[in-house]
């Protein structure tokens, strides 16, 4: 496994968790990484993203203001805070690593994608 996704769980609304991605990648730290999500039912969603050295760090619409990616190169980890969490945050999230170094949206800028760690948030 190259990447190991960790830290969901179910929270109430208005609460916090923070999610990790593990990389254990050789070259991990020249990769971008990116969070994305997937609710039932529904298409996997970009939540954001991060560049190799954090420079260039953006999210979607829906959880900016509210989640933060950061990443740590010396553990090759990246993190996403979720603070006020909503009932429409509950998700499986996806933790994957770009092709290149640069920060990106689309899925298809990611080669290689972690299991994926459940998020239910309660109203």
């Known amino acids: 496994v190259q990447l190991q996704a960790s830290g969901g769980g179910l929270v109430q609304a208005g609460g916090s968790l923070r999610l990790s991605c593990v990389n254990s990648r050789r070259t991990s730290s020249n990769n971008a990484m990116g969070w994305f999500r997937q609710a039932p039912a529904k298409e996997r969603e970009f939540v954001g993203t991060?560049?190799?050295?954090?420079?260039?760090?953006s999210y979607s619409d829906s959880v900016k203001g509210r989640f933060t990616i950061s990443r740590d190169n010396a553990k090759n980890t990246v993190y996403l805070q979720m603070n006020s969490l909503k009932p429409e945050d509950t998700a499986v999230y996806y933790c994957?690593?770009?092709?290149?170094?640069?920060?990106?949206?689309?899925?298809?800028?990611?080669?290689?994608w972690g299991q994926g760690t459940l998020v239910t948030v309660s109203s």
């Open positions: 991060i560049s190799w050295n954090a420079a260039t760090i």
């Open positions: 994957a690593a770009g092709r290149r170094s640069y920060a990106s949206a689309r899925t298809s800028d990611y080669v290689y």
